[in-house]
């Protein structure tokens, strides 16, 4: 897919083009390993902070459940909010991964045979009926579980901070404003997107 990708959004777009030359081959690589609630946990522990001090509280988490890779939803809703409070996780965060926990039980996040037949739009509005799981949030369960190469996080600062430096505009695009010149990339927004996270490396 990579290849002909490549080649259609350096036609499509001159600019974008230049940093897909510059940054050479695409190394978007979708972890389909992780279960949907996995992904949506590890997601929202990485809202509004770097990669690096998520990583570090999500091994504080993982570490409250020795023998174990992941924690179960069952795991997580029988652990006490002051014990993830001491990983590091926010009260607003506890109470969305307990609520992803409580939805996965009761069937509204699909498992990973579900939710690979479902169509994206279905998965974004299903997904973001819990707590604290925003459009960005299942955007990101979208491009690094799923592997679907047409998603564009218009929200996302990294992807918007990413095409004004690429673009060289004074400000950032709006959400709006980055959605319309995206048209030109489709199908391939989300490979599109990795080139433009790469332009802040």
């Known amino acids: 897919m990579s290849e002909a990708a490549i080649k259609h959004l350096s ?6 083009a230049r940093l897909i030359k510059k940054v050479g081959p695409c190394g978007w ?3 389909k390993r992780r279960s ?4 949506l946990v590890q997601s929202v522990t990485h809202q509004q902070l770097n ?3 998520a990583a570090t509280i999500l091994g504080r988490v993982k570490a409250l459940y020795p023998g174990k890779r992941f924690p179960t939803p069952e795991d997580l809703l029988a652990t006490p909010d002051e014990k993830l409070r001491a990983a590091g996780l926010s009260r607003a965060k506890i109470a969305a991964i307990k609520d992803i926990a ?8 699909p498992t990973s045979r579900a939710i690979a037949r479902m169509e994206s739009e279905l998965i974004i509005s299903q997904l973001t009926s819990i707590r604290g799981v925003g459009p960005w949030t299942v955007e990101m369960l979208l ?3 799923l592997g679907r190469p047409d998603v564009l996080p218009v929200t996302d600062y990294g992807v918007r901070k990413g095409f004004a430096l690429t673009y060289k505009l004074k400000d950032l695009p709006t959400p709006k404003e980055l ?5 030109k990339w489709r199908p391939y927004r989300s490979i599109a997107a990795w080139y433009l996270w790469r332009a802040l490396d």
Request: proline share 6%; glycine share 10%; aromatic share 6%.
């Open 11 to 16: 036609s499509a777009d001159k600019v974008l």
């Open 29 to 31: 690589k979708p972890d």
């Open 36 to 39: 949907p609630f996995e992904a």
């Open 51 to 53: 990669g690096t001090a």
């Open 102 to 109: 409580a939805k996965t039980l009761e069937g509204v996040v």
């Open 143 to 145: 491009m690094f579980k």
């Open 179 to 183: 959605l319309a010149h995206g048209e």
